[in-house]
């Protein structure tokens, strides 16, 4: 039986992490995930997922890093202020699950596979809601979405690498069920 579950922006994050200098990662989050998740674990073909990150909310704990970020020369937020998931298929794969979608940026939509890593067992708050949670993961380069952004080093190489790891923890209010 198909479940529907609303993304609980409280209780859901993406963090990221990114090579500077090419000596060290700068990590760093986005909050206020929203979204569904529709899950069938009997027809993965009915499942699906979508989610919209406010890339307003940036926080690399550094303010004027994340105003940098937030400008023309990366995310351009008042053009592109969200960044937004649509899986397109959901398989098993092996104790989780693989999941391939598009996603937007920036105004350019890619394909990503996003790994799904531990799903946590349907448990009731203390006021009575079903919820579930999820610990995701993947990886993107950051020059396929046009954010191209960075400067040389003088000793060579660059001072912000391509590609983004994504480390995403997910949890999920049921809506409802309903036959497939």
């Known amino acids: 039986m198909k479940s529907v579950y609303q993304i609980d ?13 090419m000596i060290s990662n700068v990590r760093g989050a986005f909050s206020g995930v929203k979204g569904t998740i529709e899950f069938d ?15 307003n909310t940036i926080n690399t704990f550094d303010e004027k890093r994340d105003a940098h970020l937030r400008s023309v020369d990366f995310f351009e937020v008042e053009k592109y202020p969200t960044m937004r ?9 092996g104790d989780g699950f693989r999941v391939t979608g598009d ?11 996003l790994t799904v890593d531990e799903v946590g067992p349907e ?28 400067a ?7 001072l912000v690498g391509d590609d983004v790891k994504i480390e995403i923890e997910v949890q999920a209010v049921k809506v409802q069920a309903a036959a497939a």
Do not use: C, Y
């Open 152 to 158: 040389p080093l003088e000793a060579g190489g660059v």
């Open 41 to 55: 674990p009997d027809n993965l073909n009915q499942s699906k997922a979508e989610a919209d990150i406010d890339l």
């Open 9 to 21: 922006p409280a209780h859901s994050s993406v963090q990221f992490s990114i090579r500077h200098m």
């Open 103 to 113: 996603l937007t940026l920036h105004g350019v939509t890619k394909e990503v596979v």
């Open 85 to 93: 998931f649509v899986s397109r298929k959901i398989e098993k794969s």
């Open 123 to 150: 448990g009731k708050d203390p006021w009575g809601n079903t919820r579930v949670g999820a610990s995701v993961r993947g990886k993107v380069n950051r020059k396929d979405f046009g954010l191209t952004w960075t």
